[in-house]
């Protein structure tokens, strides 16, 4: 299984799991670590944390390849 990460001061999007068409803007206040994303498309990924998703562009993503945190493309 893969580690991802997101740094804090980044601009990303929140919802509820149960309300998918609600997306507010929001900047992270710390580095939040995450298992695997729920989806990834070209422009996106999404994230789930308990009940939230985060939406992300790909770029302000990072992704340990087992020796270091590398950014995704």
């Known amino acids: 299984m893969q580690s991802f990460r997101v740094s804090r001061g980044v601009r990303v999007e929140v919802c509820k799991a149960n309300r998918r068409g609600d997306w507010v803007s929001f900047t992270t206040t710390k580095t939040n ?33 087992g020796l270091r945190w590398v950014r995704m493309k």
């Open 33 to 65: 670590t995450f298992d695997e994303p729920i989806s990834r498309t070209r422009s996106t990924v999404v994230f789930r944390d308990g009940r939230w998703l985060l939406r992300v562009k790909p770029h302000q993503v990072e992704m340990f390849n």
